[in-house]
């Protein structure tokens, strides 16, 4: 699959941003922790929502779906997610809580997802044991039993968003109390803490680094409605400025996208916070800046790939560090295509502004890396043909539509 980008866009008018995958992903797969009927409000028509759907139907729950209207009704029946589809998809590693929650036994096999370097599972793995559970590793799969789950005290070496969710799902139905020290802050785990509090759980302090769960027999069901996405409306926001317009972005959790917005503002765009809104544009030049990603409040690494599109026509260098994970430039490669000038050392991007972009035949290699070819190929001169689009279908809702709506021609090859 592949998308055709006509060049020198300029974006105006208004969007609105979709429910978060990244908060979407964890709570579909937490509803597996109630047997009673769950609903999810605000399901976004995005491939990995498609996946995850098809993981729940495979351990054996029953869906169905009215407009944007989710509902679960689980049971787990089969302990052993289908390889194919887990393989799709990294967020299918969050499985493991609920199933060894409820049935006390899991095997899974490695997960996918994006390639963005190595991504280890062993915090995951480590909470699971502390919690009780015994792991063993056989022929790519991984398998936690446990008679009982007990709270513990959990010390994350990283704040890390997966494993944070993974235990705090496995948590809430363990027996006694547990500590989750150096968890992730990220909003999206709040979120799966409010969702898992609405189905009677009890965590406490979720966006604090120590988080509490106090495990409980059993979870009920409920209505529950995600939080948007905040990297869908920072993709939007820095298309806005990367293509000198002026757009409204609507349902936006301004708190959220702190960092975007910091960062754009020091390139020179002009930002405005509204209630649940936020308005961007840009009409002088693209100034020089520093970026280093960091875990949530800092600058997201899903942020990282977009802002190295934008930051490609700024009149200087900037420098764009990414410490969150390893081997997460291979956009790079594709932006110099159009004729970026990017030198990686290390974990360090030197950006050296060009002149323009020519639009080029590229290739998307991971969804992010996606976003930042689709806004190249906005700014370019010319037309881009991304190949690998499906990427970025993985959780942009629409984007085709979405984009076009406020002045960008792209069709779908
Ligand atoms: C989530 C997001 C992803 C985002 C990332 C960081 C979802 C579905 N995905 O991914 O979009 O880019 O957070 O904000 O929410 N690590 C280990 N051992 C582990 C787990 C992680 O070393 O057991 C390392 C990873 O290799 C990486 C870092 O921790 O270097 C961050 O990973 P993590 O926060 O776990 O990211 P994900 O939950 O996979």
């Given amino acids: 699959m592949e998308l055709l980008v006509e060049g020198k866009a300029t974006l105006r008018g208004e969007v609105e941003i979709s429910t978060s995958k990244n908060a979407i992903l964890p709570i579909l797969i937490a509803a597996l922790l109630s047997e009673d009927q769950v609903y999810i409000n605000g399901v976004p028509q995005i491939n990995d929502v498609e996946i ?27 302990i052993y997610p289908d390889y194919e589809l887990v393989r799709q998809i990294r967020a299918s590693l969050l499985l493991m809580g609920p199933i060894l929650a409820t049935r006390k036994t899991v095997k899974i096999s490695l997960p996918g997802g994006c390639a963005i370097g190595t991504r280890p599972i062993d915090l995951h793995l480590k909470g699971f044991e502390a919690l009780g559970a015994r792991i063993t590793l056989s022929g790519g799969n991984v398998i936690a039993q446990a008679k009982e789950l007990k709270g513990s005290h959990i010390y994350l070496d990283f704040p890390s968003v997966g494993a944070t969710e993974n235990l705090m799902m496995a948590a809430a139905l363990a027996h006694g109390t547990t500590y989750i020290e150096n968890a992730a802050l990220e909003p999206e785990v709040v979120d799966l803490a409010n969702f898992i509090n609405r189905m009677g759980g009890s965590v406490h302090a979720a966006g604090s680094n120590v988080i509490k769960i106090e ?181 942009y809702e629409r984007i085709v539509e979405k984009l076009n709506a406020v002045g960008a021609k792209i069709c779908r090859g």
């Fill in 52 to 78: 995850v759907k098809k993981l729940l139907i495979n351990l054996g729950a029953t869906l169905s779906q009215q407009e944007g209207q989710l509902s679960i009704k689980s049971f787990i029946s089969n």
């Fill in 215 to 395: 495990g409980r027999k059993r979870l009920y069901g409920c209505t529950y409605t995600p939080i948007p996405d905040r990297i869908e409306a920072g993709t939007y926001m820095v298309a806005a400025a990367a293509t000198g317009g002026n757009l409204l972005i609507k349902n936006v959790i301004p708190e959220h996208v702190k960092a975007t917005t910091a960062k754009l503002l020091e390139s020179g765009a002009q930002v405005e916070e509204r209630d649940k809104s936020i308005r961007v544009e840009r009409s002088g030049p693209i100034k020089p800046i520093y970026i280093k990603t960091l875990p949530y409040p800092g600058f997201p690494t899903d942020m990282q790939a977009q802002f190295m599109a934008y930051l490609s026509h700024c009149s200087g260098s900037s420098v764009i560090t990414e410490s969150v994970f390893e081997n997460r430039f291979m956009h790079a490669q594709e932006l110099a295509r159009m004729g970026a000038n990017i030198k990686i050392e290390g974990r360090t991007a030197i950006v050296k502004g060009v002149e323009g972009l020519g639009g080029a035949h590229v290739k998307a290699s991971d969804l992010r890396a996606g976003a930042a070819l689709l806004i190249a190929g906005l700014m370019a001169e010319g037309t881009t043909c991304i190949a690998n689009s499906h990427y970025i279908d993985r959780g």
